[in-house]
């Protein structure tokens, strides 16, 4: 014979899957990355006691000012993202939650991924001395230029590098340097041709930028929504797209005349 239950009894029956999916929601990782502001770097100076930028086969300008490169800190690709974590760090402006495929090639080690990132950083060296000697007119067998930037990987400092070669061999032209004695930043991938590329993950390196000191922050034209978003007060946005491009807006800023693109 079946008894009848009660409603209260029913209700705490029914609950008891629904608090059991909850408990294995908040337990289980998800495939999210938490992406913070990360480090920035002077291009024009040194990282870890090396300078970033070393060229042979021309004379080097001693350079004021900086080219700061920006970066985003992800938790790793194998770390445990949990609902608690994703929901704590969803409104936070200093935060962001990406998809973990955004951040690091899906189902790649960690291992492989490192390679990845690496291989992808020194073909965006690469491409950036190869898009600075011809936006110079040099013959890239007469001038060598190396780069060094430890720990870290990807191709979004393309353009700060290619602009930092520039300022170091060249500087506005007429004997000035690029930045105008202001700390600069910015973002962006460069091909050998001088096209700057999207990168992702903008509005933390606006912050990332203005927290170590940039007052202009380079952005790549198709970015300039995501940029303007939780853009840090004091920092201005120039949008770019080629690498004459921000050449131009940079001398333009210097030396206070010609016209500067905004977002």
Sequence with gaps: MLSRLTRPQ???????????????????????????????????????????????????????????????QATGPDARVLLGDVLGNWFRTDRAVMPRDSVYPSGNTVKE??????????QSQDAATQAALKYLGLSAGKVKVKLRLA??????????????????????????????????????????????GAVGGVALKTKAARRDGATVFLVPKAECADARAELPEGLRLVPVTTLKGAVDSLVSLEKGKGPVPSC
């Design 10 to 72: 029913a209700l705490a029956v029914c609950a008891l899957p629904v608090v059991a999916l909850l408990a294995t929601a908040a337990f289980a990782p998800l495939p999210f990355s938490v992406a913070q502001p990360g480090m920035t770097a002077n291009v024009l100076g040194d990282n870890q006691g090396t300078p970033v930028i070393t060229v042979s086969g021309a004379a080097a300008r001693k350079t004021s000012g900086q080219l700061r490169m920006t970066t985003i």
């Design 113 to 122: 991924i490192e390679k990845h990132n690496a291989a992808q950083m020194q």
């Design 151 to 196: 720990d870290v990987g990807g191709p979004s400092a393309g353009l700060l590098f290619s602009l930092g070669i520039i300022d170091k061999l060249d500087g506005d032209g007429s004997g000035g340097d690029l930045t105008g004695g202001r700390t600069v930043a910015g973002t962006g991938t460069i091909d050998a041709a001088g096209e700057v």
